[in-house]
T-cell receptor, first 111, second 113 residues
Framework: GQQVMQIPQYQHVQEGEDFTTYCNSS?????IQWYKQRPGGHPVFLIQ?????EVKKQKRLTFQFGEAKKNSSLHITATQTTDVGTYFC???????????FGSGTQLTVLP | DGGITQSPKYLFRKEGQNVTLSCEQN?????MYWYRQDPGQGLRLIYY???????QKGDIAEGYSVSREKKESFPLTVTSAQKNPTAFYLC????????????FGPGTRLLVL
């Protein structure tokens, strides 16, 4: 399927520092979704972005969709230990009608 | 994640045995999915079903089989043909098959002894 590249694979931050993960595609995305998976848990839907240049906020989380709809980012301001987990982006798979997930960014927050 | 159940939470299997993982949803969703997740990696699609009595192969269907006899149930069988079955298996559902929000079950960890 069509890939979405996600970077970085791992990120360690001190509590209170900011964190950003990026998702990139070589082709235009119809939409992008973000999920969070806590250690030992299952992915939980966070948000979906559809419009070019769209920015959405959820408390300390800011999600952006690029103007060309080929990239997206998730930024967390002033991380907390509750932010620990793996963050995945996912793209709609077009004709296959399925979501294709990025490889995820595993966030560790050091107290 | 409410409304999707997977059982068992942990499953041990001897090499050469088939095993069936259960997935049930009471969300009245048409579409259901099975993913495999290996340690430190993303989710890979095994099979998906858009409607009852219909299903399609995902990216890594070899060694797996599914059925969709009822809207609320989508069991996955890991057959002996699957060479490396030890993994975390996640079931998900969505309202329709148009790539909308997916809701995941708690997962089943399969360990082949």
């Amino acid at each position: 399927g069509q890939q979405v590249m996600q970077i970085p694979q791992y990120q360690h931050v001190q509590e209170g520092e900011d964190f950003t993960t990026y998702c990139n595609s070589s082709t235009t995305l119809s939409n992008i979704q973000w999920y969070k998976q806590r250690p030992g848990g299952h992915p939980v839907f966070l948000i979906q972005l559809v419009k070019s240049g769209e920015v959405k906020k959820q408390k300390r989380l800011t999600f952006q969709f690029g103007e060309a709809k080929k990239n997206s980012s998730l930024h967390i301001t002033a991380t907390q230990t509750t932010d620990v987990g793996t963050y995945f982006c996912a793209r709609h798979g077009g004709s296959a009608r399925q979501l294709t997930f990025g490889s995820g960014t595993q966030l560790t927050v050091l107290p | 994640d409410g409304g999707i159940t997977q059982s068992p939470k942990y499953l041990f299997r001897k090499e050469g045995q088939n095993v069936t993982l259960s997935c049930e949803q009471n969300l009245n969703h048409d579409a259901m999915y099975w993913y495999r997740q290996d340690p430190g990696q993303g989710l890979r699609l095994i099979y998906y079903s858009q409607i009852v009595n219909d299903f399609q192969k995902g990216d890594i269907a070899e060694g797996y089989s599914v059925s969709r006899e009822k809207k609320e149930s989508f069991p996955l069988t890991v057959t002996s043909a699957q060479k490396n079955p030890t993994a975390f298996y996640l079931c998900a559902s969505s309202i329709d098959d148009l790539g909308e929000t997916q809701y995941f079950g708690p997962g089943t960890r399969l360990l082949v002894l």
